[in-house]
């Protein structure tokens, strides 16, 4: 099964899989909370290259994930993070993402994908 991004202008009430909504709160006011954005993320918007409000997909097993932020490993804050390119809803992410023991696939063409190791979701 896949899930269709859907964008909305606000965090949903009730998040489904698929909802994809801004997070300004990552960047109020002219303070950026570097800690929750990709060192990527982070030097294209100093450059201008990007101006919306960082994005938080809904994916199955329940997570909300910020498509601009960094990996993380075993708990510690990575370096890297995704190549995203398109706008909501059409988004893709590059590479795969992983939650460990939740969800492990892809933002594809504003579609998520089904979970590369099999899990099953509602």
């Known amino acids: ?6 964008y909305h202008a606000e965090r949903p009430e009730r998040p489904e899989i698929g909802d994809c909504w801004p997070a300004p709160w990552l960047v ?3 303070e950026v909370r570097t800690f929750f954005l990709s060192d990527a993320h982070l030097a294209a918007r100093a450059a201008g290259a990007i101006t919306r409000a ?3 997909v809904r994916l199955p097993g329940g997570t909300d994930f910020c498509v601009d932020g960094p990996t993380f490993s075993a708990g510690q804050r990575g370096t890297g993070g995704w ?3 398109g706008e909501p809803p059409g988004l893709t992410l590059a590479p795969s993402i992983n939650i460990g023991g939740s969800y492990h696939g892809w933002i594809q063409g504003g579609v998520i994908t089904d979970d590369c190791d099999g ?3 509602p």
């Open 54 to 56: 960082p994005l938080v």
């Open 119 to 121: 899990r099953k979701f």
């Open 83 to 85: 190549a995203v390119t």
């Open 1 to 6: 099964m896949s899930w269709p991004i859907r």
């Open 28 to 30: 109020a006011e002219g």
